[in-house]
């Protein structure tokens, strides 16, 4: 059983261009999750998916970021007119279902330039 | 708002030698804790996940414990070894499984 897949794994932008990460939760698990790791700072909460629907965004940023989980194909974290302090590791995480262990992505490394 | 703190920011030990990480949360309603170690650039992998109901979990030379009341979970790694060197996060569920709360985490170094 594959892992949780995120691409792409670096991702270079400069300002005001948009940036697409994608998640491929592990087989069989319908709840993603996106956490964004600020430099030297730590993990904060983002947005919780479960399929088609988004339960939670209480983290996400109110303008130019927006999440989806379609019944087919990856989660995608979309980040338009992208500024420099967007620059971070933006993880994805997926679980069975709502209470169980969250099993984390290598990340997606974002720089803007 | 639930705030979760870990203690020693950075640790430094010999190989070989016990260790205690220690994690602290300020809203005892938490539904489970988990622990993860993260390697520099990488992403993080799941250690221990303790539910609420739980007062430890053990895997290998890994044991972590949970202390609702005190609000409190610690992380004891026996005979440390150069490749237990990363960092170390604790992230606490506050809801029905939902969004984990981390902490800044304790980087350890185990020297050979």
């Known amino acids: 059983n594959a892992g949780v897949m995120q691409n792409p794994r670096h991702l270079v932008r400069r300002r005001g261009q948009e940036a697409r990460l994608r998640c491929s939760p592990m087989?069989?698990?319908?709840?993603v999750y996106w956490y964004r790791q600020l430099p030297e700072e730590g993990l904060k909460f983002m947005v919780y998916?479960?399929?088609?629907?988004?339960?939670?965004e209480s983290g996400m940023p109110k303008e130019r970021f927006s999440a989806e989980f379609p019944k087919e194909g990856p989660s995608i974290l979309r980040i338009q007119q992208v500024v420099r302090g967007d620059s971070a590791a933006y993880f994805c995480?997926?679980?069975?279902?709502?209470?169980?262990?969250?099993?984390f992505g290598p990340g997606t490394r974002l720089l803007v330039l | 708002k639930q705030e979760v703190t870990q203690i020693p920011a950075a640790l430094s030990v010999p190989e070989g030698e016990n260790l205690v990480l220690n994690c602290s949360f300020t809203d005892s309603a938490i539904y489970n804790l988990q622990w993860f170690r993260q390697d520099p650039g990488k992403g993080l992998t799941s250690l221990l996940l303790?539910?609420?109901?739980?007062r430890e979990q053990t895997s290998g030379r890994l044991n972590a414990s949970l202390d609702k009341s005190s609000g409190r979970s610690t992380l004891y790694i026996a005979a440390s070894q150069p490749g237990d060197s990363a960092t170390y996060l604790c992230a606490a569920s506050m809801e029905y499984g939902n969004k984990l709360v981390f902490g800044a985490g304790t980087i350890l170094r185990v020297k050979s």
């Open positions: 087989k069989g698990h319908s709840h």
């Open positions: 995480a997926s679980s069975p279902s709502r209470e169980g262990t969250q099993y």
């Open positions: 998916l479960q399929k088609e629907n988004i339960i939670d």
């Open positions: 303790i539910q609420s109901s739980q």
